[in-house]
């Protein structure tokens, strides 16, 4: 099946500090997404990207499909933006439905 | 809009006790629906998927089993729990196949 490796796995800034998170896939997608898990676990979408780029406040992700990989910015980081941020793929061929994930990147923005 | 519901939130069970977990979604139709579970650590594992009432595919073998008795409503069930099945579960949902997915809030199960 599809590979998926997110970097760095942990990540530790102050806050004002700006981040790069990288997601590399082994094969192509139809479907690709970054979630921030929540302290409460639960995840919450950012984006939706298979291809692009696409930005949302002081967040922005780009995904280049041709070399199958994704990046995630996080701008001005603030300590609500602690937490751990997934990189999630659909398999682009005829394969089967569903998300596989990467293992995170852990990121602590300290005050 | 939309919303998925996922309960109860945190659940302790005893070794071979039975679980029933649930999951609806709301204001949409023939929704593809899916379970995943996130063991120690941080990866999420997809474990059961659904793309219309009675039809389940399974990613892993494992001691649970998934049904969809409703076209919104998502089961996840085991006859025996083992240690190895505690984790966090969680439901979610995207309108059709390849779409963006929506998680409910999860269930934390722990089996003592």
């Known amino acids: 099946g599809i590979q998926v490796e997110q970097s760095p796995p942990d990540l530790i800034l102050q806050e004002g500090a700006n981040s790069t998170l990288r997601c590399n896939f082994s094969?192509?997608?139809?479907?690709l997404q970054w979630f921030h898990q929540n302290p409460w676990g639960q995840l919450i979408n950012l984006f939706y990207i298979p291809s692009g780029t696409k930005q949302n406040g002081r967040l922005s992700a780009t995904t280049v499909a041709t070399e199958r990989y994704s990046l995630l910015y996080i701008s001005s980081s603030q300590t609500t933006d602690s937490g751990v941020y997934f990189c999630a793929v659909e398999d682009g061929g005829g394969g089967a439905d569903g998300l596989t994930f990467g293992k995170g990147t852990h990121l602590i923005i300290q005050p | 809009s939309q919303t998925i519901h996922q309960w109860p939130a945190t659940l302790v069970q005893p070794v071979g006790s039975p679980l029933s977990l649930e999951c609806t979604v709301e204001?949409?139709?023939?929704?593809?629906l899916y379970w995943y579970r996130q063991a120690a650590g941080r990866g999420l594992q997809l474990l059961f998927y659904?793309?219309?009432?009675?039809?389940i595919s399974s990613e892993v073998p494992q001691n649970l089993s998934a049904s969809r008795p409703q076209d919104r409503q998502f089961i996840l069930s085991s006859k025996k729990l083992l240690l190895s099945d505690s984790g966090f579960y969680l439901c979610a949902w995207s309108p059709y196949r390849k779409a963006e997915a929506f998680f409910g809030q999860g269930t934390r199960l722990t089996v003592v």
């Open positions: 094969d192509s997608v139809n479907n």
């Open positions: 204001g949409t139709s023939n929704p593809n």
């Open positions: 659904s793309v219309g009432i009675g039809q």
